[in-house]
């Protein structure tokens, strides 16, 4: 949507604290959810229309672009809240998503068509999948499964492309709450504290691909990918904790120097002061910016009444200054904007 165009981000420099509207702690998102934005009626109805024409033209939702979706009233908030995804905390919440009396094909084409006006639907595993049910199928969450299909406990970790979002469509009958963490405060914390670790956090790790490749593919990336990053300016984070440690089994190694970052940067997570911490009710779509925020989600339990069920999209944005590394080069490269774009050789030869 060009927010950036409109409101400017102060060009920052590595080794130097963040001072802006990137930088928060869990105190600024209090449990009423005041910060929420919300859909209003004339906005569920203009959804609604977009949905009916877009499903009369028979539009594949994973192919839908703003043009299919053309949102007037509902489009002034996507802008306001999209600000906050890119320049501001870099997560927002709408709620009030009519998932009521419309049919999973439905729910799914309203929810792409209003997400394309964020980005592109890009596809998020190797399955082939662009629109992902995130849901328990009983799978385990290891070296060779992501966590989306599992109801365990996941630490804190960014996902690909420069959005991820969460439209629910059905809670648990116990946890599942999602924990956001603000990347900026995280580094400045280290910063302060810890100083000498930060070198080995820009420096970065190999990242396992886990079941993410081709037989013939090697299991780890052939390059590693900085947790800190300072790119156009602008901050970047890319961490998932278990990819990088699962590279030990493949042989490599990791320094006690790294080790210990590594545990501080998840101490320094940890701390319940820096998460902001939400129950996503029915109808809720959250959008989280993964330069920016670090998530995490508590462990749940299903009951036959309650089935906790999400839909997750990963949106690419063009028009974001944010391009960097993450969890979609280490997985599906050859899909990856930033790896087409010459990729994590071409930003060390900018340095
Ligand atoms: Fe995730």
Request: charged fraction near 25%; glycine fraction near 8%.
């Amino acid at each position: 949507m060009g927010v950036q165009q409109k409101y400017d981000l102060p060009r920052l420099q590595p080794g130097k604290l963040i001072k802006d509207a990137t930088v928060w702690t869990g105190a600024d998102y209090p449990d009423d959810r005041s910060w929420v934005f919300a859909l209003d009626a004339e906005m569920r109805g203009e959804i609604d229309r977009c949905m009916r024409i877009a499903m009369a033209r028979g539009i594949d939702p994973k192919d839908i672009t703003p043009e299919d979706f053309p949102l007037e009233r509902t489009a002034e908030v996507l802008t306001e809240l999209y600000r906050d995804v890119e320049c501001g905390p870099g997560f927002a919440m709408l709620s009030g998503f009519p998932v009521d009396g419309w049919s999973e094909e439905e729910i799914t084409l309203a929810y792409c068509g209003l997400c394309a006006h964020l980005g592109r639907i890009t596809l998020q595993n190797r399955e082939g999948e662009f629109i992902l049910e995130v849901t328990d199928k009983g799978k385990k969450y290891d070296q060779q499964m992501r966590g989306y299909h599992s109801n365990a406990h996941l630490g804190y970790h960014t996902d690909g492309t420069n959005t991820v979002t969460l439209l629910c469509l059905e809670t648990a009958e116990e946890g599942g709450l999602s924990r956001l963490v603000s990347g900026p405060a995280v580094y400045n914390e280290i910063l302060r504290t810890r100083p000498e670790l930060i070198d080995a956090l820009h420096r970065g790790f190999f990242h396992h691909r886990r079941n993410q490749r081709e037989p013939e593919d090697p299991p780890v990336t052939p390059y590693r990918t900085p947790v800190f990053g300072f790119y156009n300016g602008l901050f970047h984070m890319a961490y998932a904790g278990p990819s990088i440690f699962y590279c030990e089994e493949e042989g490599v190694e990791i320094t006690p120097h790294e080790k210990a970052a590594l545990g501080y940067l998840e101490d320094v997570t940890q701390r319940p002061d820096l998460c902001a911490a939400m129950e996503l009710r029915k109808g809720d779509i959250q959008f989280v910016n993964n330069f920016l925020i670090l998530h995490s989600r508590t462990g749940y339990r299903d009951s036959p009444e309650h089935t906790r069920k999400l839909l997750r999209l990963w949106l690419d944005d063009e028009n974001s200054r944010r391009i960097g590394p993450g969890k979609m080069d280490w997985y599906l490269p050859e899909h990856s904007r930033f790896t087409r774009m010459g990729g994590i050789e071409t930003l060390a030869a900018a340095e």
